[in-house]
């Protein structure tokens, strides 16, 4: 297991989260709530938060409270329409020496789920990861009957607890029960008997995105030496700084402060170095190049931006990302920490369909918790069917 000191926790224990846009929680009167389900790290409330992906699958998290010495989490999954979630756990044993993680572990003691001090059986833990494991169906039901009211949720291994705090808990499965349609109905999970009453919805299907043939390592086809110079010579002329990506509206050329001349950032760069500035293409295929600036850097994060050249219409390129992080045989990646220590996460991919990089899966890996480096949990807000060549 990662391990993170005492000292980190110390110093980090008040950072938050990845923020998010402040809403009003429908149906309840959960102060300090935020976000929405199908965006970034989603609508959080407290110690808990829930995601949603475009098939209306949704994870509900929660977390030991920050100030905890054992860390740990507990996700419920449920796509539309099902009746029970399924509940993942992740105990992290971040705080102990590696003699008392191979005590603990020596002791074969059985990880007991305890709600208000009452016993409801042994976890099933994963035998290939440790630390990780799977609460029952029953188990799940006891928890979710307990999400009304002020519960405590502690897993027990030998003298050792982990404790899942209940804060925001009822409010984020409240409004996972709202996002699906579940308010006032049979399979609702906390508001069967709320008077408002919806109509369920049914899980949506997944877009299909068909890998087209890109070039990659080992038959890569360098850019000659005279289109090479023709792009170089041209590029800055041909980006266009108004241009939105295909992330949407809300990112625009503006985001790219060092190709953008309106910008302070691009002006101190250039005054201080022109080296800084330069383009790098990458060839697609035998008719696109990828036309990569690196566009913002910050104390933990940088972004590059990614422009698709046609070399049927060189002088209109299409503006794929401003955040980018790598190129790879097709496709591209975003990927940011929430902060410094690493141990929360953003990413989403783009790939190549032989027309465009049409974006394949978009996704947090849960709150800043110290739980785990990397983050606990893949919580996607964007989910697609990838079907490569020849399949």
Request: hydrophobic share 35%; charged share 20%; aromatic share 10%.
């Given at each position: ?47 808990w938060h829930v995601v949603c992906d475009n098939t209306l699958t949704c994870r509900a998290a929660g977390y030991t409270q920050e100030t905890a010495e054992w860390r740990g989490s507990i996700m419920m999954t449920v796509a539309a329409g099902e009746k029970i979630p399924s509940t993942q756990v992740v105990l992290n044993y971040w705080e102990s020496s590696n003699e008392i993680i191979a005590q603990i572990e020596g002791q074969n003691a059985p ?281």
């Amino acid at each position: 297991m990662r391990q993170l000191s005492k000292r980190f926790v110390v110093q980090n224990q008040l950072v938050k989260a990845l923020s998010a846009s402040v809403v009003g929680l429908m149906l309840n009167n959960a102060y300090g709530a935020y976000g929405d389900p199908f965006e970034g790290s989603g609508f959080v409330s407290d110690d808990w938060h829930v995601v949603c992906d475009n098939t209306l699958t949704c994870r509900a998290a929660g977390y030991t409270q920050e100030t905890a010495e054992w860390r740990g989490s507990i996700m419920m999954t449920v796509a539309a329409g099902e009746k029970i979630p399924s509940t993942q756990v992740v105990l992290n044993y971040w705080e102990s020496s590696n003699e008392i993680i191979a005590q603990i572990e020596g002791q074969n003691a059985p990880v007991e789920l305890w709600l208000d001090d009452q016993y409801f059986g042994k976890v099933d833990l994963n035998t290939d990861e440790m630390g990780r494991g799977r609460l029952t169906t029953a188990q799940t039901k006891q928890l979710i009957d307990k999400a009304r009211k002020h519960t405590k949720i502690v897993f027990k291994r030998g003298e050792y607890q982990w404790q899942i705090s209940d804060k925001g808990m009822r409010a984020v499965l409240l409004k996972l029960d709202e996002t699906q349609g579940r308010v006032g109905t049979p399979i609702a999970l906390v508001s069967k008997r709320h008077s408002k009453q919806q109509i369920p919805k049914t899980a949506i299907a997944k877009p299909v995105i068909k890998k087209a043939f890109a070039y990659s390592d080992k038959n890569n086809q360098p850019i000659s030496a005279s289109r090479l110079t023709y792009l170089q010579n041209n590029i800055s002329k041909w980006v266009d700084i108004d241009a939105e990506s295909l992330m949407g509206s809300e990112q625009v050329m503006g985001d790219c402060e060092l190709v953008n001349p309106k910008t302070q950032v691009y002006q101190s760069r250039q005054e201080y170095s022109s080296s800084l500035l330069g383009w790098e293409f990458v060839p697609v295929d035998d008719r696109h190049t990828l036309a990569v600036h690196s566009c913002w850097t910050g104390a933990y994060n940088f972004g590059a931006g990614y422009w698709l050249i046609d070399h049927r219409k060189p002088s209109n390129p299409k503006l794929i990302t401003t955040a980018g992080s790598d190129y790879h045989e097709g496709k591209i990646i975003a990927a940011h920490k929430g902060r410094g220590l690493g141990d929360c996460w953003s990413m989403t991919n783009w790939l190549w369909d032989g027309k465009t990089f049409a974006k394949t899966r978009e996704m947090t890996t849960g709150l800043c918790r110290l739980i785990e480096a990397g983050g606990a949990w893949q919580m996607p807000t964007y989910v697609s069917e990838v079907i490569k060549p020849n399949q």
